[in-house]
């Protein structure tokens, strides 16, 4: 792919959408959600959504596809009914049992409810839903994070985990034929933790699936984390969503609170392939300004666990040796060696890298035009793969100063940080 042909394509789309459908230029703002995959055409094809909260307050998308060199293009999808703006995008997607591909984009909207956005259903239009509408709906709320994984039985489930008002955690959960019934909501339901925790206030919600292999068979997992209001770190886990086991890890090794948290699992491997045990790794903000994080194994995760403290990247300058707003992704290089990488804001405007190519972490900085200021905010990242053995990865951001989506971007031999590239995709 070659980005300055993709840039072109993107300001000629741009302008071809304003000048015809004559739509009003506007930035973005927040932390955007990003989901790729492959769509099978006959051959696979693939696609990067994008999804966003413009700053006229409806959900847009930066999307591309390479079918017929389409490239680059934005859309803006509107809003919920009876709402006038949403926030805090979280995008999930996944494959049905007959190939085809679908994505449920929640949102939070200036009511409180829970809606979510369906690109494509199973006769291929679209449509917003509003979950706390629906019988049992919750709401007042914020702090969302939605995940999607495949049940013991095959079934593909999707859920969207939530702080309510009183700072509880509750779920809205479709557990069987998601992609059919998400306009009448039928299938979709409402869980409430308080049920079983009691009061446990949460915030800073991140929610990940995974699977377990403590006796040779695949068990799926969710695991979710977070702070709470004194500056703890809590996480829940377990194979049954309701019936989560609840932890709290206290404060980071030097006392300071966690105030930001991104969840990841490093790997999954059958347990021929690899020991069962592999790694879970939660990584946060705090109010000393560091990376903290928290590694356990995730077949006994939380149970077993380590707290570090990743510092910063040497290369801020003084007074300005702060990060925040984490995010992460695992892959496999062709070698099929591991990697972890850590994508953070930084008080000078820029985005680093804290990378793990074997065992240890260590600081990069990712590029950016030295001819203008940025201010890199709520990064997103995806990794996927696209006809090579290398993983491409994505890291999206708000840039502060323009309201643009802009990205850092590499497609080969992305442990040298020189093969990372700077792209602005504009607004629509």
Not at 306 to 323: I, T
Not at 398 to 415: F, K, P, R
């Amino acid at each position: 792919m070659k980005r300055k042909t993709l840039q072109s394509l993107l300001i000629t789309s741009a302008l071809l959408l304003m000048c015809v459908f004559s739509i009003s230029a506007f930035g973005i703002q927040g932390k955007p959600s990003v989901i790729a995959y492959l769509d099978d055409h006959g051959e696979a094809y693939t696609r990067i959504y994008v999804y966003a909260e413009g700053d006229n307050g409806t959900l847009v998308a930066n999307r591309w596809a390479d079918v017929g060199g389409l490239g680059w293009d934005w859309e803006d999808l509107g809003l919920p009914a009876g709402a006038a703006s949403i926030w805090s995008p979280s995008a999930v997607t996944y494959t049905d049992s007959k190939g085809r591909q679908y994505q449920f984009v929640f949102v939070l909207t200036d009511q409180g409810h829970l809606a979510v956005y369906a690109p494509q259903r199973g006769n291929g239009s679209a449509a917003w839903v509003d979950l706390t509408n629906l019988p049992g709906g919750i709401g007042e709320l914020s702090s969302l994070s939605a995940i999607t994984d495949v049940d013991a039985s095959g079934n593909h489930r999707v859920f969207a985990f939530a702080e309510d008002k009183d700072a509880n955690l509750v779920v809205v959960s479709c557990t069987s034929l998601c992609e059919w019934q998400v306009i009448n909501g039928s299938h979709w339901s409402w869980f409430n933790y308080s049920s079983i925790w009691g009061h446990v206030p949460v915030c800073c919600i991140s929610a990940l699936s995974y699977d377990s292999y403590p006796n040779g068979s695949r068990i799926p997992k969710i695991a979710i984390t977070g702070t709470s209001a004194d500056g703890t770190l809590w996480a829940a886990d377990g194979d049954d969503f309701q019936n989560l086991n609840l932890f709290n890890f206290g404060l980071t090794n030097d006392g300071s609170k966690w105030i930001s948290s991104t969840a990841i699992y490093s790997y999954t491997t059958p347990p021929q392939v690899q020991s069962p045990c592999n790694s879970l790794i939660v990584f946060s903000g705090a109010t000393d300004g560091h990376l903290n994080g928290l590694i356990g194994c995730k077949d006994t995760f939380f149970q077993t666990q380590l707290k570090f403290d990743q510092n910063v990247p040497p290369q801020l300058p003084s007074g300005k040796r702060w990060v925040f707003d984490p995010t992460a992704v695992t892959y496999t290089e062709s070698d099929y060696s591991f990697r972890t990488s850590v994508f953070v804001s930084a008080a000078d405007g820029r985005l680093y890298r804290d990378h793990a190519n074997g065992t240890n972490l260590q600081w990069d900085p990712l590029p950016v035009p030295s001819d203008t200021t940025h201010y890199m905010n709520s990064p997103a990242a995806v990794t996927f793969w696209h006809y090579s053995p290398d993983p491409w990865i994505y890291v999206f951001a708000t840039d502060g100063s323009t309201q643009d989506l802009v990205v850092n971007y590499c497609n080969n031999a992305c442990d040298d940080v020189s093969n990372w590239n700077w792209a602005d995709q504009g607004t629509l």
